[in-house]
């Protein structure tokens, strides 16, 4: 027995039949009336959202750190090429899940396309300003007081594989993001079509300026004065090549401006998590915070919530170290959830092998994102628990033991003395 499916044009037997009535019951339902909003955003759209998410200030400060890791400026350009590859691979099988079972179909303000893209040409701008100095410098256009084949060799690479994982965190982290337009994919026009288009374009654009900026940032700073820069080293970059004035007064501005960027579309699309989220039933208030504002066609309960989250985020810690602090505490949940994402491609492959996919990812792709991720979460585990030991250093541990103190001054008045179990055998 065979059926037609009409879409595909061609004949099927019962069971893929049966496959695609399962597939489609899997399917998230779409918004509906003025709850739904058009499909506008084209591919170089699309591209522009992802890129303005990517371009943060993470490569104003990674390479740095990054550097400062893995001890070497060659090491340092592949760690941040090998970033890419991951960033590729995991964009991919995003790509896959959402056009098979609508894996996160959220909405998306096209209103606001222009002014995201105005953001991100600037930040797109900043950067090719620093490749542009960079290449003058290599080509001896400008001075320059660096040995540059040292400075983007590989001598002084770390021969411990710890810092690599560390390492490692600040460069994904540079490059989160790159499934930005999968959560606004339900205003892609022609999203089978669009969204690895943009996805490609997104990526491969940040990924040129990303390796080009480190070794702009080497080819002028070199390795000593670029780990020594740490947090400020695009200010460092510019106060070496266009002066004190341009580093002081000129890019805090442009950079602002780009982590603005990155910020409104992170808060964009997190608006439209919080209100998908809220509409499956998984939020408390989750009608209120589903509702879309059919007069501004935009989720007002779900940004003020969202705004409110990201206020109190930012008053309540501070500035300086803790920017290390944070992407070591959110890249263990991200990298699970990854980790998991990418298994479940292979799991529903198996499953469910009559599904139609628009979009098939190559299986090493899900492989590879699975086991890196796998493998850098457990090293950088290792690394902070083991060998640094920080539960041991915590602030819980800290007042653990001046609670013990406190309780053996207490009970026993503060003259008793700890006896090993040895030394009181032998007394």
């Known amino acids: 027995m065979v059926s037609v499916d009409e879409d595909r044009e061609f004949l099927i037997s019962d069971n893929e039949a049966d496959e695609h009535v399962v597939q489609v019951g899997n399917m998230e339902p779409l918004a509906v009336g003025d709850q739904r909003l058009e499909r506008k955003i084209g591919w170089l759209s699309g591209a522009m959202v992802n890129i303005s998410y990517i371009i943060g200030a993470g490569i104003f400060v990674g390479p740095s750190l990054t550097l400062g890791l893995l001890g070497s400026g060659g090491m340092n350009i592949i760690a941040w090429t090998i970033g890419a590859l991951i960033a590729m691979a995991g964009s991919w099988t995003f790509a896959e899940l959402e056009t098979e079972i609508s894996f996160g179909i959220y909405v998306y303000n096209v209103e606001l396309d222009e002014s995201f893209n105005v953001l991100t040409v600037v930040k797109i701008s900043v950067l090719g300003l620093v490749i542009f100095v960079g290449i003058l410098t290599l080509i001896g256009a400008i001075s320059n007081d660096i040995d540059v084949k040292t400075a983007l060799s590989f ?182 959830f990854y980790t998991l994402i990418a298994l479940s491609v292979i799991i529903l492959r198996k499953r469910e092998p009559y599904n139609k996919r628009p979009i098939v990812a190559p299986l090493v792709l899900p492989y590879v994102t699975a086991i890196a991720s796998m493998f850098v979460y457990a090293i950088l585990w290792y690394y902070q628990i083991v060998i640094r030991d920080t539960p041991g250093k915590s602030y819980n541990e800290d007042i653990r033991r001046q609670g013990q103190a406190a309780l053996e001054r207490e009970v026993f008045g503060g003259g008793y003395t700890r006896v090993s179990t040895e030394e009181n055998t032998t007394s």
């Open 155 to 336: 001598q002084g690479t770390s021969d411990t594989i710890a810092p690599y994982a560390s390492a490692l965190y600040y460069v994904m982290n540079s490059y989160s993001g790159w499934h930005n337009l999968n959560f606004i994919l339900d205003e892609v026009k022609d999203p089978i079509k669009n969204l690895p288009k943009a996805s490609a374009v997104a990526l491969g654009t940040t990924a040129v300026l990303y390796v080009m900026t480190n070794v702009s940032y080497l080819a002028v700073l070199g390795t000593a004065a670029m780990k020594d820069s740490k947090y400020i080293v695009a200010a460092s970059f510019f106060t070496k090549s266009l002066g004190e004035n341009f580093a002081t007064k000129v890019l805090p501005v442009l950079i602002a401006l780009g982590a603005f960027g990155c910020g409104a579309s992170i808060n964009f699309s997190a608006g439209r998590i919080i209100m998908e989220t809220g509409r499956s039933g998984l939020l408390p208030y989750g009608r209120t915070l589903g509702h879309v504002n059919p007069k501004v066609k935009s989720p007002v309960n779900a940004y003020l919530l969202q705004y409110f989250l990201t206020i109190i985020f930012t008053v309540a810690l501070p500035p300086g170290a803790v920017y290390q602090f944070i992407i070591a505490f959110q890249a263990y949940p991200v990298y699970v």
